[in-house]
């Protein structure tokens, strides 16, 4: 009976691993809200989910988050991330990330480096360390790597680029290959619009769109809907004490159901 105990979770996250596992990790109330887009990431989780944008900030910062899944009390979801500005304005960043239910646990710790290479484009490097444990069996370790790129390429419009695990290596996590391209459209300082399209080897396309809309000098909200599987998001911050934010999110998810996540932050103006 412990034995069963022991799988079921296990089994759980692994049918569910479009959602964990990896880059699929929970990485914050603020990149749930928006429909999971890096370009309107506004926080350190830049520092997890698109590292280039972090070359473009003329600051340091840091972010933690937990999150809950309707239906699994025991489910436990946290994130956290800071990055540093360096004396010759390039960053370096590290990211946590953990999930877990009794029996079984899957952490991932994300190390990026971000440079400005030209006015208009901004290149990362990150690599990650990835461990599942679940009870009376050894722990599994794999290790990954991904490139960013992030390129204003007008006024208004921004683009982006991911590309995660580019050489293939599965290790004993059968970790994905995968790659997101994302463009921003901003108006205007208060608005911002953008869509992304992913592409896991194993999985079919994923589109997504998201909205980000300052309504208030404090208080921002945000949007968003996906594709393969469904899922519809929302999220609101509210800056306190000039440079720190409260985050809260919302997301549902087809198969899984509806998530909600928090977030603290440094929030910052540029």
Not at 233 to 262: C, D, E, P, V
């Amino acid at each position: 009976m412990k034995t069963i105990l022991t799988l079921l979770p296990a089994w759980f996250l692994s049918f569910s691993a479009h959602s964990q596992s990896g880059p699929y990790m929970f990485s914050g109330a603020g990149y749930i809200g928006n429909g999971q887009i890096g370009l309107l990431t506004k926080d350190a989780e830049a520092a997890i989910v698109l590292p280039a944008l972090l070359a473009s900030r003329s600051h340091g910062g840091w972010s933690v988050a937990a999150a809950t899944r309707t239906g699994l009390s025991d489910l436990t979801e946290i994130s956290g991330a800071a990055h540093l500005k360096l004396p010759w304005k390039d960053q370096v960043a590290i990211g946590i990330q953990h999930t877990g239910i009794e029996g079984y646990s899957e952490q991932r710790i994300t190390l990026s480096y971000a440079r400005r290479l030209f006015e208009k484009l901004n290149l990362a490097l990150q690599f990650d360390l990835n461990r599942n444990e679940a009870e009376e069996y050894d722990d599994l370790l794999a290790t990954s790597w991904s490139i960013s790129i992030h390129a204003p390429i007008a006024k208004e419009l921004t683009m982006s680029a991911w590309l995660y695990n580019p050489l293939g290596d599965e290790g004993t996590l059968n970790l994905p290959s995968m790659a997101r391209i994302g463009l921003l459209y901003e108006p205007s300082k208060k608005v911002g619009v953008a869509m992304e399209a992913e592409k896991d080897w194993r999985h079919d396309l994923r589109l997504k769109a998201g909205i980000h809309y300052q309504l208030h000098p404090r208080m921002a909200v945000r949007w968003g809907i996906g594709t393969n599987p469904s899922l519809l998001h929302a999220g609101i911050t509210w800056k306190i004490f000039n440079q720190m934010g409260i985050t809260g999110g919302w997301r549902y998810h087809s198969r899984l159901g509806s998530s909600l996540s928090a977030s603290l932050s440094q929030y910052h103006t540029e």
